[in-house]
């Protein structure tokens, strides 16, 4: 018996990932670190033109073999089955909305939103009161039926993302379907330095979200780019 | 000119810490880690017998020269000038309110009360809403005038406080009054392995508060002591 050369890997992996409102920084730094780890990345945009500006930059940073296109946002709902989404609050509901008819069902929609009072010009170290509990609980009342909502990714920095050193924080990942949240916690872990915590179901997101607020104010207190780790867990929490 | 000998250092320091409340595990747990640091304990009861029993529990365990005492809750507030509140959140009005005449002017009342909905019945993954915005506010309110309240040890793990080794947490401490947080964060940082952050305002305690309950649900999850680390910080930030 001889051994056989593995198979080449597939050029295009077979869930893209759409990051809708990808255009600003927190959606450009996800993409940078996704694509540097082979994943396939579509930019979302309302202007299908810049977001293919940007994900031009991205492979441009990411080099050969960056799979990173960009579309207007509809596009790209239609074109991948997880869905992330980093807008502002003040956009979030409304661009739901809009997208509803192109989400896929069986898509998981990753919600990285943050209530801040800045939404309404109040200080970013503040939040709202959301009626649903948390802004990842309106985005679960706004998705067609058959769609997962995870909360994911609100604690990391956009301006770290968007360096090449690996990171120092943990990613606290909320969602009341198990396989969604297992597959956002290995996209989490992809990232250089970031260890995935199940953070239980959905309704916790509003703690999560709300450490966003925190860790906005500890930035302007003390010039940083804050981030957490959670400490006193078993080694298996990490995952 | 000679040299002359430091002089020794004094056997009582001049500001005892009153743990109101503190017979609970999250008391004992401070009281050990300061008297350990030599700072001056009142351990502080609804009993008196009861605090007198575990301030002797706690001498046993700091060993020599360990300064623990224990009183009725009033009596403890009116020897002390630095209070520590460690009661569940549906005991902090009814104590506050009746200790407001023992309490001094120029006092600093150091509240780690999280309003969980435990407190009602609920879990203590959850919290409760508070009319002032968080507990610590609700117990500014509560407190005589020219008393000063800090918001902090939320996050910190009344079980490994007594333990033996080294915590691996942060503590952000929040409050309106920055001589109270400034003291507030020396007395932090005297437990071994905790790092203490100035969290701005007695506002932020609301987000402090609440992370208590998502690390009590990683508890639950992954059977751990959780805490938290902030990283991405300045080093001057923690102090």
């Not at 050369?5 to 450009?28: C, D, F, K, S, W």
């Not at 979302?44 to 994900?55: E, H, I, K, T």
């Not at 703690?207 to 006193?232: F, P, S």
Request: aromatic residues 2%.
């Amino acid at each position: 018996m001889t051994s056989e050369p593995a198979p080449p890997a597939p050029a295009v992996p077979t869930r893209p990932i759409a990051i809708l409102g990808g255009t600003g920084p927190a959606g450009t730094g996800l993409a940078l670190r996704w694509a540097r780890a082979q994943e396939s990345i579509i930019i979302g945009s309302r202007d299908p033109q810049r977001a293919r500006d940007v994900a031009a930059v991205i492979r441009g940073k990411v080099g050969f073999g960056a799979l990173v296109s960009g579309m207007e946002n509809s596009a790209a709902c239609a074109a991948a089955d997880i869905l992330m989404l980093t807008v502002p609050f003040d956009g979030q509901a409304a661009l739901l909305k809009q997208l509803k008819p192109a989400i896929t069902e069986g898509s998981i929609l990753i919600d990285a939103t943050v209530p801040l009072a800045a939404s309404v010009g109040g200080r970013a170290s503040r939040t709202l009161g959301v009626w649903q509990g948390s802004a990842a609980q309106q985005a679960a009342e706004l998705v067609p039926k058959g769609v997962s909502v995870v909360a994911a990714f609100h604690n990391i920095s956009a301006e770290l993302l968007n360096e090449d050193s690996p990171l120092d924080c943990d990613v606290i990942v909320c969602s009341d379907d198990p396989d969604a949240a297992q597959l956002t916690r290995e996209l989490a872990a992809k990232i250089p330095g970031v260890r995935a915590i199940d953070g239980g179901k959905l309704e916790n997101a509003r703690t999560v979200e709300q450490i966003t607020a925190l860790l906005i104010g500890l930035n302007i207190r003390h010039k940083g780019h804050a981030g957490i780790r959670i400490t006193g867990l078993p080694p298996e929490a990490y995952r």
